[in-house]
């Protein structure tokens, strides 16, 4: 007889309380296999695909893209016995109402636990000749009717499909909108209410009327402000400035572009700055430390964890170069490539974006002279590099134009002082006005 499981939506990194479901891979009817990827969700850290540990038939989707649901809430039900090849249950089973949580598993690839569901006796049922399966029929996965989804449990959702009530029209009588059983039987009886307006879980779209468009505040977004809030609250910020003038890095990546050993090497100022971040840090080991406040502890780092602030689609992110500082200029620009394609790819895992001990932000790709950065919570510094320009510059008494560059430096009071910023940022910029430098250090 068919056996079914709940597959619940995985904590995919930690901390984590709830995501956004993208996509589905799978509708029901779908045979997967072990380790399919049957749904792509949206994460506070990043969009991520979940692979599924069971094989079988799925029978129904619990969720509809643009939910948020939380961690550890069923998303869909799958039938991992489809040619009732498992022992039958006892004739005496009687009918479930609806499932239990009875066994726990982990699911592949993450940390999190997977639900097998078991039927339960309904109170005062007498028992059947034979076990029943009521299984959900395979259909096209419900759409969203102007985005618009209907907040209801599983058993819920059941009912109503069982009894033909169209979930669209209620309004859910339980707090925060919620469809209950009560709810369901009354519509098919004929008494329920119609469903009062409901703000939109997914993109409002643009209102004629108010010449306005909403759209929801989650994923990437919502966790970006999060931390932005949180860091510039707690950390108190201090902002320096720098202008140098960079033209012999300039004329040096030039050289690097028409070596042997840098073909096919991308090789930009990010690639620079990023050396002379690492080299710098180990003199000014300050500004790679961080504030730990339950310790009360400044916690130095033997390690540079290079942050690299990308824009995506989906917002913010800053994935991590690890252990930036063992990393020659090659390695440097290779990885930055890497890390900077997938981001905008989107496909930046969440643990690529953990654990970082300072971080750089290009504004200079947009065309703009600098800025004043917001430091990442759980580090100490940001340095901020603007566009490269041909501007006026003072050479041996005379005026040239050069390639010129401003560079901000924003740092945590609390852990570092002025003297080692201005030294950091220094040093960054004697790095990038003349690259021969590095050899001192």
Known sequence: MPEYKQFPLADTAEGLTEADIIAWQVKPGDKVTVNQIVVEVETAKAAVELPIPWAGVITELLVEPGQTVEVGAPI?????????KAAPAPAAAPVAEEPAEEEMKPLVGYGSKAVVTQRRARKGAAPAAAPVAVAPQPAAAPKPKGGYVPLAKPPVRKLAKDLGVDLHALTGSADGGVITRDDVQAAANGSAAPAAATVSTVDSGYDPATRERRVPIKGVRKATAAAMVQSAYTAPHVTEFLTIDVTPMMEFREKLKKSRE????????????????????????????????AAQEIVYKDYVHLGIAAATPRGLVVPKVRDADSMSLKELAI???????????????????LGGTITITNVGVFGVDTGTPIINPGESAILCLGAIKDT????????????????????????????QGSEFLADVGALLADPAVAITY
Do not use: Y
């Open 335 to 353: 990885a930055l490539t890497e890390l900077t394609d997938v981001a905008r790819e989107g496909k930046t895992t969440p643990a690529a974006m």
């Open 392 to 419: 006026p510059w003072v050479v041996d008494g005379e005026i040239k134009v050069r390639k010129v560059l401003q560079l901000s430096l924003s740092f945590d009071h609390r852990v570092v002082d002025g003297q």
């Open 76 to 84: 869909l039900t799958i039938d991992v016995d489809p040619d009732g």
């Open 262 to 293: 840098f073909a096919g090497v991308k090789v930009t100022p990010l690639t620079f700055a990023a050396k002379a971040v690492c080299l710098a840090a180990k003199r000014t080991p300050d500004v790679n430390a961080v504030w730990d406040e």
